[in-house]
């Protein structure tokens, strides 16, 4: 499993020019999920992401977390972090699980940061989705789950 974490001032999310979910600050997270992700894998990465010390604190270090400044997650399930581009022009999907191995493990990704106590906002799984940010730092960070396929 692996997500794709960005520090964000505002997020959105639209499906059909309808916009699905949207945060204040805190992070955009893209999910990808493979075909060996566990429900383990999904909380090990929720507990990452809700306790990432990215945000500054009044030093000017990134010491403070999603709960130390009041924010939230916008979580978007992206099925092209397993693109495989090593060979040719286009990219090969074979790593990202289907749907129906994906869905419950991203869902329980989003419920995993809600036991947290980290508000979360989604996309639709699925769905053709257009995304918004304000990528503040920038700062962006791709964490693995342990047992991620590389």
Known sequence: MRVVVQRCK????TVNEEIVGQIGK?????VGVTHTD???DAKYLAGKV???RIF????GKMNLGLQDIGGEVLSVSQFTLYGDCRKGKRPGFSDAARPEVATPIYEAFNEALRSLGVGVETGIFGADMDVSLTNWGPVTLIIDSPTAKH
């Open 56 to 59: 500054e604190d009044e030093q």
């Open 10 to 13: 505002h997020a959105s999310v």
């Open 26 to 30: 805190g992070l955009m997270v893209l």
């Open 38 to 40: 566990t429900i383990e």
């Open 50 to 52: 809700a306790g990432i």
